[in-house]
């Protein structure tokens, strides 16, 4: 599966970003899509997750503050809706998808959100 992210970008504190992530395959070859980010020097850290039935799990850092999607049945596409966003969530954001027969893993190459003055 080959995943691609879009939506990043130099956004000032307070505003909203949505990131999206296309991924090649269907749902029906997808058992869990993931956010990631990785800050400045630091490890890459898990945001927030989406299962092939919709439901999603968000780590504490950011509970209240993103929103995950995934887009209809036709297009394998999920969302991350960053609202208020903090100079703190700056990082490169990556998309992962655990593959349902394998149980594999995909990930994208990753969009930058810099979030300054």
């Known amino acids: 599966v080959l995943l691609v992210e879009s939506g990043g970008g130099l956004v000032q504190p307070g505003r909203s970003l949505k990131l999206s992530c296309a991924a090649s395959g269907s749902w029906f070859s997808i058992n869990v899509m993931w956010w990631y980010r990785q800050p400045p020097v630091k490890q890459r850290e898990l945001v927030a997750n989406i299962a092939r039935d919709g439901r999603t799990t968000y780590e504490d850092s950011v509970k209240g503050q993103f929103t995950l999607s995934r887009d209809s049945a036709k297009t394998t596409t999920v969302y991350l809706y960053m609202n208020s966003l903090k100079p703190e969530d700056t990082a490169v954001y990556y998309c992962?998808?655990?593959?349902?027969?394998?149980?594999?893993?995909?990930w994208g190459k990753g969009t930058l959100v810099t979030v300054s003055t």
């Open positions: 992962n998808a655990q593959l349902r027969l394998s149980g594999n893993h995909s």
